[in-house]
T-cell receptor, first 113, second 112 residues
Framework: AQSVTQPDIHITVSEGASLELRCNYSYGATPYLFWYVQSPGQGLQLLLKYFSGDTLVQGIKGFEAEFKRSQSSFNLRKPSVHWSDAAEYFC???????????FGKGTRLHILP | DVKVTQSSRYLVKRTGEKVFLECVQDMDHENMFWYRQDPGLGLRLIYF???????EKGDIPEGYSVSREKKERFSLILESASTNQTSMYLC???????????FGAGSRLTVL
């Protein structure tokens, strides 16, 4: 069965430091891949998506993610985090077979001043 | 700006009560979804709908039902609320031609 794994439940980084959030998926073919962000008390907002083509995708708020087929990964990165980036981040995958969207369990990002 | 609106942000209900969670989207999207979000468990799909009067069970439909009488509105119903249904409920929609979801702000339900 298809699955999405976010190995880190919590991550803490200092403001201004770089960030990488990990995401691994399990699916035979190339899936559609997403990162969403959820600020406290809010719904989820799309950060970026990968469907095909260039494996490095740019998103909103200065985030980027790289699709690596050999590692079945789609890690989210930001070169310098801001206090407003404190939120929960969800990786998601859509499989072509039935268009179901499968979410990871999320990574909560904490920012130290 | 396109929107998915969940009219009740916070609800407190008693065990056994019937609970309605309403979701309205103004984007003419065909597909609508209800998720439940719990700490450490991420988002779990309860029900979804591909069109008016159509519904499909998701991964955790037990104890829930849904109604979609109009394209823009998708209601989640708890026939007899239980304490283990205390959770954050998220509604989302998407057009049939795209895989990107637009989410509402969520409804936090507490069942006492």
């Amino acid at each position: 069965a298809q699955s999405v794994t976010q190995p880190d439940i919590h991550i803490t980084v200092s403001e201004g430091a770089s960030l990488e959030l990990r995401c691994n998926y399990s699916y035979g073919a190339t899936p559609y891949l997403f990162w969403y962000v959820q600020s406290p008390g809010q719904g989820l907002q799309l950060l970026l998506k990968y469907f095909s083509g260039d494996t490095l995708v740019q998103g909103i708020k200065g985030f980027e993610a790289e699709f690596k087929r050999s590692q079945s990964s789609f890690n989210l990165r930001k070169p310098s985090v801001h206090w407003s980036d404190a939120a929960e981040y969800f990786c998601a995958v859509v499989t072509n077979r039935d268009d179901k969207i499968i979410f990871g369990k999320g990574t909560r990002l904490h920012i130290l001043p | 700006d396109v929107k998915v609106t969940q009219s009740s942000r916070y609800l407190v209900k008693r065990t056994g009560e019937k609970v309605f969670l309403e979701c309205v989207q103004d984007m003419d999207h065909e597909n609508m979804f209800w998720y439940r979000q719990d700490p450490g468990l991420g988002l779990r799909l309860i029900y979804f709908s591909y069109d008016v009067k159509m519904k499909e069970k998701g991964d955790i439909p037990e104890g829930y039902s849904v109604s979609r009488e109009k394209k823009e509105r998708f209601s989640l119903i708890l026939e007899s609320a239980s304490t283990n249904q205390t959770s954050m409920y998220l509604c989302a929609s998407r057009p049939v031609w795209a895989n990107v979801l637009t989410f509402g702000a969520g409804s936090r339900l507490t069942v006492l």
